[in-house]
């Protein structure tokens, strides 16, 4: 049963528990034994004297909850923009003709490479790092809203015709519940994307945030602070996780009746 090909696991809360264990004891060993040298792979406990020292030092509180605050405002506007287009295109051929393909190929930008035209338009605040957070969610969500559209079944969409209703009324009872339930999980996936552009746009302008921390720990030769920080990026985004897991659970039960 343990290699049953997509079977649920037994006793996955202790599975859980002893992988974590079992990698902190791999890279326990591998430090002691100086099998990688700890200017690359520090020692945990290293790793863990760094978290008091950054609380001290380098204000770890007040920049990791900066950081939550930009991630937070850039999803917001990506999905305040996003979806409205996204409908627009989705559903009017007209528009769908002119800026389909436009939609497609905006994904394959690299972002990265656009840092300095973000700061020729938005200067060097925070402005900045919202936008360019906001525009790397935007450029991947917008294209799942015009596809998540394109998969609402047509029978839904003729029942309501039949039953009388008007455009305007099947867009509000069928196309928008079922895009949005349907895209909170792409919204999840994207969780993970935004913190690497926080971390390029926050090491932009040393300004405060986990990017500053992380780009300054690096340059002085501190990886254990590194390492430390990326703990917490990764315990932020698994908290982030659960929390929309909860929110789509409470927001669109019928999606979990069959589980």
């Known amino acids: 049963m343990a290699f049953e090909l997509r079977a649920e696991p037994k006793n996955r809360l202790a599975l859980e528990i002893g992988g974590v264990i079992l990698v902190l004891l791999l890279w326990w060993g591998v430090s002691t034994l100086e099998l990688v040298s700890r200017g690359i792979l520090p020692a945990p406990l290293d790793v863990l004297k760094a978290f008091p020292d950054m609380h001290i030092n380098n204000a770890l509180v007040r920049n990791v909850l900066k950081s939550v605050w930009l991630n937070f405002q850039g999803y917001f506007w990506a999905v305040v923009i996003a979806v409205p287009i996204g409908f627009i295109i989705g559903l009017l051929p007209l528009f769908r003709g002119l800026f389909g393909k436009q939609v497609d190929a905006v994904r394959f930008i690299p972002l990265t490479a656009l ?45 309501t015709y039949t039953l009388g209703a ?7 009872t069928v196309f928008l519940p079922a895009v949005i339930s349907r895209i909170s999980d792409d919204i999840r996936v994207l969780v993970a994307i935004s913190w690497t552009y926080i971390i390029v746009a926050e090491g ?8 500053e921390l992380i780009w300054e720990a690096g340059r ?16 932020i985004g698994f908290l982030q996780d659960k929390f929309f897991v909860l929110a789509d659970r409470f927001l669109f039960p019928y999606k979990y009746n069959n589980r």
Request: proline share 3%; glycine share 12%; net charge positive.
């Open 166 to 172: 008007s455009k305007w009324q099947t867009i509000k």
């Open 204 to 211: 932009v302008n040393k300004t405060g945030g986990v990017g």
């Open 115 to 159: 840092t300095g035209l973000f700061i020729s338009w938005f200067g060097l605040g925070n402005g900045m790092k919202v936008s360019f957070l906001a525009f790397g969610i935007l450029v991947y969500l917008l294209p799942v809203v015009v596809q998540k559209i394109n998969e609402v079944e047509k029978v839904y969409v003729q029942t």
């Open 220 to 235: 002085l030769g501190k990886p254990e602070k590194v390492f430390a920080i990326l703990i917490i990026i990764m315990l």
